[in-house]
């Protein structure tokens, strides 16, 4: 392709005192234009050139005395062409006025630059600064600038020449490799170009509308690529074919994981075609196998690379197991019974978010026309104090921050997985026999008798150890009863054809429903300055979604007056809480314990005479524990506390028989008093009454009347 010509002519100011001009033209039939042609002087505004028949041009007109550069773009760059001086009239040329519009046509090969005028002979030209000479064709080194400048000989010489400034390069040159698709239909094939010469800056297109200078990922068909030289134009076509690969294909067939945390997936790969007689191979991305039949994978993405071991020719699938998506990373939860009280806050508009009990803390809560009094948990340096929670996310974190200098960080402590919810499986040994009357169908009886967990019709079990062959993932397909051995069954889509009546395996199945763990943090506060705290638990995915709960502050002292210690548990699951992990609950509350309330039950008779008579007595040990000024959070924790299993207040265990009395709450003041009645074990508990005789294991007489145990 022939490189665009360029052409420049100017006026110098002349004898009559006209001003300068230049003009410039673009003789397109020597090259091409991309996109819309723009000329500026030095640093001015580009402007659009004017179509002149089947050229372009542009003209500037009242120009200064100066030196201009004439610069030149289009859709490949922009790039200075000429540099063009007007001067003042000098008298010596007053013979000169005819000659005064030079015309300098520039050409630049392959290591050389010439020019010459059309406006006729009497020409000289100089390059670089050379003398003027009738020498028109001048050799420069390639990658060099060189000014070349136009005069009338005998007439003005360097303010009436024209001059431009040019650039040579090597001869340009481009060539490539390619790859062929390697399998029919699998759009492998690549194209890598090679380019030389020229300036070093190019620009590719190609016929498909790509613009870079490699190509991969290629169907078969042919590509043709125009490479141009920003600096001047110069451009290389090439023309390159991809051929088809062999008809070699491998396809799969996949089952997805019942669950994330259930490796029950499978892969089957089924290669056809290619070369005759086909032989064929595979490896995995996971280096563990090199079958194609894949089974036991839980969720992820498995590579595999199917060969063609005649042709060498390569098919990679990529194929991805996915569960169902059980929702992780959406719930966190904090029970009421726990050491100190939780909340996940919510920001409250009133509107579409409205406060509730459970989304603000007691601390930030408003009361109308009211001062608030803030309320901190009392805690005790002795005190350790145990953190329940129950959460779907991956990652907990809890923190304890000093609550009134500026929430400075304190330390962190560690959580503990205490209970494993989500995705739990068990493994159970069954016995497979045909289901009678049901064609392409098996029962699975479970030897304990009872089918261990719930299940229903949809949901997936995984059959393992099984000697002949039904080892796989299955779907429920029935929950029957057995009515001659009195047992369920579940019923399964597969044809019993084994010789035996019956086959031992072993399943797999899902064994919890429940969508969330346990979790635990004990919080040793001995090492801890006094003063007040708050503590942040933060619950958060590998997708950096989080939820945080705040609790309310506590008052860390090494004691506190007036306050009393009370611990608590059950020994089942209740109230919100995983006792079964061995939690035990402390809180310690303003309250007084020391009013007695002597009780018991006794029976008695009267004798002949109208004497009353003892005849057994029980006594019990009560005491009125009243507490003041506390929360109504505290307050409704402490009703469930006394329905507790184990109670212990300061280390003595006791047990109530009425309930915690209701709050008394003063309008609008957010504390509230209340009591209840608590019953200690008394004397020993193994002889704590007056019930039995003296010789059924109680006391006997030994020893002159005195009575001894």
């Known amino acids: 392709m022939a490189r665009l010509r360029f052409e420049v002519a100017k006026k ?18 020597t090259g091409n234009i991309i996109g819309t042609p723009q000329a500026r002087l030095g640093n001015g505004a580009w402007q659009n050139l004017t179509v002149m028949g ?75 600064g050379s003398p003027y000479s009738n020498t028109s064709v001048f050799t420069i080194t390639p990658g060099l600038e060189a000014i070349t400048a136009l005069r009338k000989k005998g007439q003005c010489p360097e303010p009436m020449g024209t001059s431009i400034l040019v650039k040579a390069f090597t001869v340009l040159e481009a060539s490539y490799t390619k790859t062929d698709e390697t399998v029919f239909s699998m759009h492998d094939g690549t194209i890598d170009v090679t380019v030389s010469g020229g300036s070093g800056n190019y620009l590719y297109q190609w016929n498909d509308g790509a613009p870079t200078q490699d190509r991969t990922g290629l169907a078969p068909g042919t590509y043709t690529v125009i490479i141009t030289d920003t600096a001047d134009y110069t451009q290389k076509t090439l023309n390159i074919t991809i051929a088809q690969g062999s008809n070699f294909q491998a396809s799969f067939v996949k089952t997805d ?29 996971d280096g563990t196998s090199t079958s194609f039949n894949r089974t036991g994978l839980p969720a992820g993405v498995y590579v595999a690379n199917v060969k063609d071991d005649v042709s060498g020719a390569i098919i990679v699938l990529e194929i991805i197991l996915e569960a169902e998506e059980i929702p992780i990373g959406v719930y966190l939860y904090v029970p009421l019974l726990n050491s100190l009280k939780f909340v996940v806050k919510q920001e409250v508009n009133n509107c579409s978010v409205f406060q509730t009990m459970d989304n603000v803390l007691f601390c930030e809560e408003s009361i109308p026309d009211f001062y608030r009094k803030n309320y901190y948990q009392k805690v005790s340096k002795c005190d350790v104090l145990n953190v329940q929670f129950r959460s779907d996310f ?97 019923v399964i889509t597969h044809d019993y054809d084994e010789p035996a009546p019956t086959s031992a395996a072993t399943v797999r199945m899902a064994t919890s429903t429940v969508n969330f763990n346990v979790y635990e943090s004990v919080l040793n506060l ?45 020994f089942d699951n209740a109230f919100d809480m995983t006792y079964t992990t061995g939690y035990m609950g402390r809180v310690r509350v303003e309250s007084i314990y020391f009013k007695r309330l002597p009780g018991g039950d006794r029976s008695v008779s009267r004798d002949s005479d109208n004497t009353l008579v003892k005849i057994s007595a029980r006594k019990t040990r009560k005491f009125l524990f ?10 409704e924790k402490l009703s469930v506390i006394f329905d507790h299993d184990l109670i212990k207040i300061n280390g003595v265990e006791v047990q109530t028989e009425e309930p915690y009395s209701e709050p008394k709450y003063i309008t609008r003041y957010p504390l509230a008093n209340s009591e209840i009645k608590v019953e200690q074990t008394w004397f020993d508990r193994n002889n704590s009454d007056d019930i039995g005789s003296v010789n059924d294991g109680g006391f006997i007489i030994v020893n002159g009347g005195f009575l001894k145990y």
């Open 394 to 490: 991956e990652f907990h974190i809890l923190s304890m921050y000093n609550y009134n200098i500026g929430k400075a960080f304190v330390k962190s402590f560690t959580v503990e997985l205490k209970e494993e919810n989500i995705g739990k499986t068990e493994d159970f040994a069954v016995t497979i026999r045909t289901h009678v009357g049901n064609p392409g169908q098996s029962r699975v009886y479970f030897n304990s008798g009872l089918i261990p967990a719930p299940v229903g019709v949809g949901e997936k079990i995984e059959l393992l150890n099984n000697a002949d062959g039904i080892n796989g993932l299955y779907t429920v397909a029935g929950v029957l009863n057995d009515v001659v051995l009195g047992v369920q069954y579940l």
């Open 626 to 635: 009243e507490t003041f000024q506390l929360p109504p959070y505290l307050h």
């Open 54 to 128: 089947a050229d372009y041009g542009i003209n500037w007109n009242s120009l200064a005395n100066n030196t201009y550069d004439v610069w030149y773009k289009d859709g490949r760059g922009e790039r200075i062409v000429m540099v063009v001086q007007i001067a003042d009239y000098q008298t010596s040329c007053q013979n000169a006025f005819n000659a005064v519009i030079d015309v300098a046509v520039i050409t630049v090969n392959e290591g050389s630059v010439s020019a010459n005028s059309p406006n006729g002979s009497g020409y000289q030209y100089s390059f670089n």
């Open 12 to 29: 110098s100011e002349d004898q009559f005192g006209s001003i300068g001009y230049i003009w410039l033209r673009i003789r397109t039939n």
């Open 257 to 285: 994981p019942t669950s994330p945390f259930v490796e029950d997936g499978t892969i089957t790969i089924t290669p056809t075609g290619g070369a005759t007689p086909p032989t064929y191979s595979i490896t995995w991305s």
């Open 526 to 570: 001995g090492d801890i300055a006094n003063g007040k705290y708050f503590f942040v638990i933060r619950a958060f995915n590998s997708e950096y979604n989080f939820i945080e709960a705040t609790s309310e502050p506590i008052e860390l002292q090494l004691e506190h007056p007036n306050c009393n210690a009370i611990d608590y548990q059950c």
